[in-house]
């Protein structure tokens, strides 16, 4: 699941290639824009994109049927990515962002992505449950577009404080479904 989660980080980089570069989707500092960039590109791209890494693990942990190794392996996946994208921030800001990111990022990619990648395999196992899937990956992705925008975007700096209650938020329903 690292290694898998280390793995997704190209694909990630070039979608950020392909939404900024090519498609012209690229970050804003006005609320809205911003919001809509963060949750519509961060979001949606890294969660998504983790997810299609937690896939060819699917068949394994749904023929286990092991709860607690669909939420963790998967979240292995969202440790693995962080990991990566941990080191390419590093080397972006001279070290200057390591505390933050191994504060909160480390988890928040942990969680989410163990979240979704649990809920994807329960919809394996029971079609009835796709529409919780997709709720679940909804959530998160607005979530971690949320944590991101209370820090990035201009005018939620002064809100910042509310990227936490997001992280919270992600603890809580993911130590609640470990638990």
Known sequence: GLL???LSTMPTSWAVILQEDILGFEERYDLMGGLVYCIGGIGLREEGIKLLFVMPLVPWLVMRNNTREMLLVSACVGLGFAVEENIQYFDQS???????RFLTANFLHLAGTGLTGYAFCQACKNPRRWDEFFTVLG???VLHGLYDAFIMVPALLEYSLFSMTVFVLLAYQFFGLLH
């Open 139 to 141: 959530v998160v992705v």
């Open 4 to 6: 898998l989660g280390m």
């Open 94 to 100: 001279n070290n200057t962002a390591v505390s933050g």
